[in-house]
């Protein structure tokens, strides 16, 4: 089990005594943020992006202004920039989630890109956790509801690590696969919550990041180590409909909204398993979540694209999920895009 220090007393509370620090951010959110802060950071940088040479230098700014503490104020990018940053110069990481969108902020792991591959580099969690409700709620509604994709992402996990097991003898533990379910459960029991991203919803989303990222810990922790694991994906929370977000990254060179990304992986991922799709999409429009095709501005070459290259660029992250190991036909192709429609 790993706990999280989490405060969602705000900014303001949290910050009384803390002078020394240096902050990760992007704009927004800054603006709306510095404010806050009763003392002011040493240095503020707005994060270009994620790239290895990037990070580097980020790493000698907080060295050479010998802060003891690394805040990252907003989504993934901010959060994963200062995570990246404590960790290699060995200091305190403070995380303010703007948005409950992504779990970057319970995980451990960096997304580190090298010409577009991610790569996660870890291990450090936060220290700190600070949830400023006022803040997350200022943020566009589709950003926090994004927050359920790496939680119903279990929901396709279980099912990839289920067939992993029957096909490649990955270790299967039922204690886990209960709780995943557990966790599915309440997730859906709070859709209304969520959607409307009332505080009770932002609270469900991160006590569930958290709840889900403990149970994945162990399955992590030795690819973090050694790039290797025998185990062919993340379980429990992550299995083929991440895929297909990093795919689609690969193949348009643009960013997206990580959970809403992971929510068309989602459906896709249902119908690769042969699955019921409308029951997933029927969930997912629950949450509010804006998972189609047209809400991100995908095209339908740049989705087939993205779908037909899952299976290698599964393979080149070092995860190998079986029902990626199949023809992907024109037809499957076509029907999705009329589901996501
Ligand atoms: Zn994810």
Redesign the pocket.
């Known amino acids: 089990m790993v706990t999280w220090n989490v405060s969602y007393q705000g900014i303001t509370r949290n910050f009384q005594d803390t002078r020394n620090f240096i902050v990760f951010t992007m704009n927004p959110p800054w603006e709306s943020c510095a404010r806050l802060f009763p003392h002011p950071p040493k240095q503020v940088v707005q994060v270009r992006d994620l790239e290895a040479e990037t990070l580097k230098e980020y790493v000698k700014t907080a060295s050479a202004l010998k802060v003891d503490c690394v805040v990252g104020v907003g989504g993934g990018t901010a959060i994963d920039a200062a995570k990246f940053v404590a960790l290699k110069a060995g200091l305190k990481f403070i995380a303010i989630p703007t948005i409950v969108s ?2 970057a902020y319970v995980t451990p792991r960096a997304a580190v890109r090298t010409e577009g591959i991610v790569n996660y580099i870890g291990d450090k969690f936060a220290d700190l956790i600070v949830i400023d409700y006022s803040i997350v709620k200022t943020a566009p509604a589709r950003l926090n509801t994004a927050g359920v ?2 939680i119903y ?1 279990t929901r396709i996990g279980l099912l990839d690590w289920k067939l992993a097991n029957e096909k490649y003898g990955d270790q299967y533990d039922a204690d886990t696969v209960k709780e995943g379910e557990r966790i599915v459960a309440r997730l859906l029991s709070q859709a209304q919550e969520i959607r409307s991203v009332s505080d009770i919803g932002i609270r469900t989303l991160v006590e569930l990041h958290q709840e889900i990222t403990s149970l994945q810990r162990p399955y992590t922790v030795q690819r973090v180590k050694s790039g290797k694991s025998q185990f062919h994906g993340l379980w429990p929370e ?1 299995g083929s409909e ?1 895929v297909y977000f990093y795919s689609l990254e690969k193949q348009t060179g643009r960013t997206f909204t ?1 959970g809403e990304i ?1 929510g068309t992986g989602t459906v896709i991922s249902t119908y690769l398993h042969k699955r019921d799709t409308g029951s997933v999409i029927r969930d997912l429009d629950a949450f509010g979540l804006m998972f189609r095709p047209r809400d991100t501005n995908v095209s339908q070459s740049e989705f087939g694209k993205a779908i037909y290259n899952m299976q290698k660029v599964a393979l080149a992250m070092g995860l190998d999920y079986p029902v990626l190991n199949q023809q992907i036909e024109k037809r499957q192709v076509a029907d999705l895009w009329r589901l996501l429609s």
């Open positions: 992504v779990n994709g790496d992402s992550e991440h990580h992971v």
